[in-house]
């Protein structure tokens, strides 16, 4: 039996055709009974046969092998479940069979409170606390619920029966076909489902009520929620129809199944997870409620629904091979996304925000601890770490640089083709390329290649040098560190206006063009009008790399930024570069503060959202660095964030945009967080207007969370009010998202004794597992707080969390916001006996993070003329 331990994959003797599965879970006691029927293909001789199991106490007399050749039924002589490696071994005293055969097993397990495998979740009902049965089996959890091969390409047939309590609801995967209900209890059977993996096999059961529609071509389409709130699923719903219709003519390939439910459960760990035809869901990303619900929450559930929705043709009709592959699922899932909600919502400017998704897939990548794109898996417990920036937003983006490059319809054609062609099967990265070098004529594999299959990214550094452009590449790291790596990297440029427009693939570490040749003008001097102006690469952010100017350039730019020449999302770029540059030591803090001083009157949502996520991290850089400076840097971020400000105001004008009014929120937030006393006392205002009653119009859910970070601004332990009152409303209302915003405010307090409160808070029985990390936004004040409460709670925390991917949180929000060597040192030092495979990965990152921050911080210590400069922008009159 021992061949079999410690390998990252099953073997491949057995392979699983169909599968009869029957449950009955017990929700009073939380346990559950079970048996499954395999229709298997044996392939090689063998006396074992392998499959995934685990958390399981298998019924060893039930299981037996009936071949269909020779109708003899074969008993094992042995079943071992092995933990280690969740798999059941079955050995027989004799050979099998070649051919065709029937495995049975029974096996018992427990609904678990773990949001893995078959588990428990809670609600109540008519003032009754009850539990509800729920699956969630990505990456590798099916294995948790009956044995099963738990692999991806392991695709097969499902067909699933229920016996639950009659008055509840049970769905799964396929439409009921028979129900028959025996006194208090009832059997449910489904439609057998067409080829799939085991990780999107689900079922549901418990009380729920649902709004129905259906698509042009007559798909039912349900939105289930807890009885109460069907109202909230309207707005899902509405998406939801569009999207499937959107898709159908997108992939040229209909939706597959003959319904399609999505249903919101109040304890769930990710925030949805696309099982084939019963979409599961956490309450804030399908909810929606008119008079609580905030414009970015509406945002959010399109581009959900819209995500989960992509992955039933992507990632469920066709699959990938092996988790190596992940990205195919989730980087596409994430694109297409957005493509759909800009279908719908043209207004949101969505393409604009996916900068949001760059961003955050080139910050993780700027680590020497990043990874490609794609990785080796060789455990199961490894593969939850994966599902990170990289996979989803790394993934996306190079995919919208390649649909860039190779032209929409290009792209869009390729892609049906690739659909097609492994519809009800499985793939790999290469078998996407060959569809769409097939589709495009161009060596799509060669110039990917470089973009997944090592980590990182360029940054292309540009000069000009007698009417010479020069490119360089090479590796960025946010440390500042030189890098190995080289890429294919699609350069696109404009100069002086978006009608000269150039590209041109840079394939060496250098290259020289010259100006008059390539652009057909020069580049101006002083007074010279004809000439370009302004120089800016990777137009509208399209490549996923950074750009370094010559000082020359880069002062062009700023002043093309002054007289709003560029469009919003270059705007974008130049900040966001800009800002990462000077955190790897390339640039001074001086010329970022001076660069973000051209944006005071930006007005675009996305651009002014990214400054502010910029001066919330250069507040804390300049905390530590230089602490005397701290009030000029403030006085000169409020001063920045002004004019908007006074754009906005505090209430909804009438016909507004969405954007402007998830702009509005997060302004007010941050002149809070500034300190700005005009703010912090009108904030206070309308708090007590809302606890005099919910619905005053004075805080309308787009304020609310600014509100509330204001409000513990001015919260401290001689005076608690703002805090116990924000407690009351967390405690009386039932609306996930209300929640959520409290729980991701109380922490920003500057008083150490009350971040501790609440850091013991959120690990009361008060708050749901899947919303403690929430709770982890801790002020700078609370670092070391934070830090000593995390190290007194592990062992809990390790036991409460340490089975899914929200550790990973725990450690990352709290330890990456240190500056220091020692700190970094002394966390080293706690991890060392106490890391574990699901952690080491974040952890490793985290230190990283903690020795840039440090070394950015030696760096701005010494920085000459830093406090002159941020004087002079404090105090300068606009």
């Known amino acids: 039996m021992d061949q079999f331990k410690g390998q990252p994959r099953l073997p491949k003797f057995a392979v699983p055709k169909r599968y009869d599965i029957h449950l009955i879970p017990d929700l009073n006691t939380c346990q559950f009974t079970g048996s499954v029927s395999i229709d ?7 006396r074992f046969i392998v499959l995934n199991a685990a958390e399981l106490s298998i019924d060893n007399r039930s299981v037996s092998l009936a071949a269909k050749s020779s109708s003899k039924v074969f008993e094992p002589t042995k079943v071992e479940l092995v933990e280690d490696d969740e798999i059941l071994v079955l050995e027989f005293s004799e050979n099998l069979p070649v051919g065709m055969g029937v495995l049975a097993i029974g096996f018992e397990g427990v609904l678990n409170d773990k949001m893995k495998g078959f588990y428990r979740s809670t609600y109540e009902h008519n003032g009754q606390k009850k539990n509800m049965a729920v699956t969630q089996f990505e990456p590798a959890d099916a294995r948790r619920c009956f044995p099963c091969w738990d692999e991806p390409a392991c695709k097969a047939t499902f067909k699933i029966t229920l016996d639950v309590p009659s008055e509840l609801v049970a769905l799964s995967n396929m439409p009921v076909i028979e129900e028959k209900v025996d006194g208090h209890q009832k059997t449910v059977s489904y439609q057998e489902s067409p080829i799939m993996s085991t990780y999107l096999v689900a079922v549901v059961i418990g009380l729920f009520d649902y709004v129905e529609d259906h698509t042009s071509d007559g798909i039912k389409v349900r939105v289930y929620c807890q009885v109460g709130k069907a109202d909230q699923g309207k707005f899902a719903l509405y998406v939801a129809v569009k999207t499937l219709e959107l898709y159908k003519e997108y992939f040229a390939v209909p939706y597959s199944l003959p319904k399609l439910d999505m249903i919101a459960i109040p304890d769930f760990a990710a925030g949805a997870m696309e099982n084939y035809g019963l979409v599961t869901y956490r309450e804030t990303a399908l909810l929606y409620d008119d008079k609580h619900s905030a414009a970015a929450n509406k945002q959010r559930v399109a581009t959900v629904v819209a995500h989960e929705l992509a992955h039933q043709w992507f990632g469920n009709l066709v699959t990938m091979e092996w988790w190596t592959h992940l990205w ?26 996916f900068l949001d998704e760059s961003t955050e897939g080139l910050r993780l990548d700027g680590l020497a601890e990043s990874h490609p794109i794609e990785v080796d898996i060789n455990h199961a417990r490894e593969i939850d770490e994966i599902f990170d920036a990289i996979s989803y937003r790394k993934g996306a983006s190079v995919i919208r640089m390649l649909q860039s490059y190779l032209g929409a319809e290009v792209f869009q054609r390729s892609l049906a083709s690739y659909i097609k062609r492994y519809a009800c099967s499985n793939a790999k990265t290469e078998d996407l390329w060959a569809a769409l070098e097939e589709g495009s004529g161009e060596p799509v594999n060669k110039l990917m290649n470089s973009w997944t299959k090592q980590k990182g990214y360029p ?3 540009v000069k000009v040098k007698e009417q010479k452009l020069e490119f360089e590449q090479s590796q960025f790291l946010s440390s500042g560190s030189p890098g190995e790596g080289q890429w294919i990297v699609p350069i696109t440029l404009c100069c002086g206006s978006y009608d000269v427009h150039k590209n041109f693939l840079l394939q060496n570490k250098s290259e020289t063009l010259d100006i008059k040749e390539f652009l057909g003008c020069s580049i101006s001097k002083e007074g010279d009008n004809a000439a370009c102006t302004w120089i800016k690469l990777n137009v509208n952010q399209s490549g996923f790399y950074r750009v370094k100017y010559d000082e020359d350039l880069a002062a062009k730019l700023r002043s093309a930024i002054e007289k709003k020449n560029l469009s919003e999302t270059d705007r974008f770029g130049i900040l966001d570069d800009s800002f990462a540059l000077c955190m790897a030591r390339q640039l001074s803090l001086t010329s970022l503060l001076n660069l973000m001083g051209s944006y005071r009157e930006e007005t675009e949502y996305t651009v002014v959202s990214n400054l502010i996520s910029i001066s919330y991290k250069v507040l804390r850089i300049v905390a530590d660095a230089r602490p005397e400076l701290l009030d000029y840097v403030n006085q000169f971020f409020i001063c920045l964030f002004q004019y908007s400000a006074e754009r906005l105001g505090w209430d909804p004008k009438q016909g507004e945009s969405h954007l402007d009014a998830m702009l509005r929120g997060e302004i007010l937030g941050a002149l809070a967080l500034f300190g700005h006393d005009e703010t912090l006392n009108e904030a206070s205002k309308r708090f007590h207007a809302f606890l005099e009653d919910r619905n005053t119009p004075l805080l309308p859910p787009d ?44 922490a920003s307090c500057t008083d150490v004794n009350i971040i501790l409160e609440v850091l013991n808070f959120i690990l009361s029985s008060e708050v749901r597992s899947q919303d403690a990390v929430f709770g982890l936004a801790v002020s700078r004040e609370g670092r070391e707080t934070a830090w000593k409460w995390l ?8 036991k409460t969390w340490g089975s899914g991917f929200l550790i990973t949180r725990f450690v990352s929000a709290i330890v990456s916001p240190f500056a220091s060597f020692e700190k970094a040192v002394e966390i080293e030092e706690f991890f060392a006996t106490r890391s574990k495979p699901s952690i080491a990965r974040t952890l490793k990152q ?16 010494n920085e000459e003329h830093l406090a002159e400069a941020v004087k002079e922008l404090a105090f300068r009159k606009y």
């Open 328 to 353: 195919l699922n989730e980087g596409f899932a994430t694109w297409v996304s957005y493509l759909a909600t800009d279908s719908l919502f043209p207004e949101w400017k969505i393409w604009t925000q």
């Open 846 to 861: 985290s230190l990283e993070r903690v020795h840039i921050n440090a070394k950015w911080v030696q760096n701005v210590q």
């Open 459 to 461: 940054v292309v550094a």
């Open 703 to 746: 304020l609310r969370k600014a509100v509330y970070v204001a409000v513990m601004q001015k919260v401290s332990s001689s005076d608690r009010s703002g805090y116990e009152s924000l407690l009351r409303v967390y405690r009386e209302t039932d609306l996930s998202q209300e929640k959520t915003r409290i729980l991701g405010s109380l």
């Open 40 to 46: 298997l293909d044996i392939v090689e001789t063998t």
């Open 791 to 798: 190290k007194d709670n592990w062992d809990h925390i390790s």
